[in-house]
T-cell receptor, first 110, second 115 residues
């Protein structure tokens, strides 16, 4: 069966460090993968999209990698700040409809 | 643009009552999605519309759930009768196309509690 796995345990890091979140998937062949941020009491907000033929994508302090062989995407936030604390969701396309992982909570301590 | 608008933001009802959730998508967006989010199951797609037409409702949990989109600027998700296990946050999202290369814009959600 198809699965999207994100670490259910919260990631706690110190301000200024690089946060790395993982999204693993099985039985998908996604053409695209997206990352969203969700704050408590709010809907998810789109951050980045990476295509299957792209290895890496950057936007300001954010970097996403996509390894279709490993079936994994890594999401990095460099120079993390307490304001980066949120839940981060990955989403894969499945017949053009995005399917979301359950998200990983990131907590950045000052 | 005000973004995707959902109402009500919170709803508390008793088991057996009818619940209607409302959504106004971003003007010009052709696709509208209804999701349900719980701690146990995460974010699940319930149904989506293209140009007001329901395309895929395979995520709708059972016949108690129904959704309509009478025009391009309004959609409803109805639960009748409601049950405690329907308690969740329901999100509406819209996009220009359904392909995930396009950003989905989510509303603030409706937090539903069925007692």
């Amino acid at each position: 069966s198809q699965k999207i796995e994100q670490n259910s345990e919260a990631l706690n890091i110190q301000e200024g460090k690089t946060a790395t979140l993982t999204c693993n998937y099985t039985n998908y062949s996604p053409a695209y993968l997206q990352w969203y941020r969700q704050d408590p009491g709010r809907g998810p907000v789109f951050l980045l999209l990476i295509r299957e033929n792209e290895k890496e994508k950057r936007k300001e302090r954010l970097k996403v990698t996509f390894d279709t062989t490993l079936k994994q995407s890594l999401f990095h936030i460099t120079a993390s700040q307490p304001a980066d604390s949120a839940t981060y969701l990955c989403a894969l396309d499945s017949s053009y409809i995005p399917t979301f992982g359950r998200g990983t909570s990131l907590i950045v301590h000052p | 643009d005000a973004g995707v608008i959902q109402s009500p933001r919170h709803e508390v009802t008793e088991m057996g009552q009818e619940v209607t959730l409302r959504c106004k998508p971003i003007s010009g967006h052709d696709y509208l999605f209804w999701y349900r989010q719980t701690m146990m199951r995460g974010l699940e797609l319930l149904i989506y519309f293209n140009n007001n037409v329901p395309i895929d409702d395979s995520g709708m949990p059972e016949d108690r759930f129904s959704a309509k989109m009478p025009n391009a600027s309004f959609s409803t998700l109805k639960i009748q009768p409601s049950e405690p296990r329907d308690s969740a946050v329901y999100f509406c999202a819209s996009s220009l196309t359904s392909r995930t290369q396009e950003t989905q814009y989510f509303g603030p959600g409706t937090r539903l509690l069925v007692l």
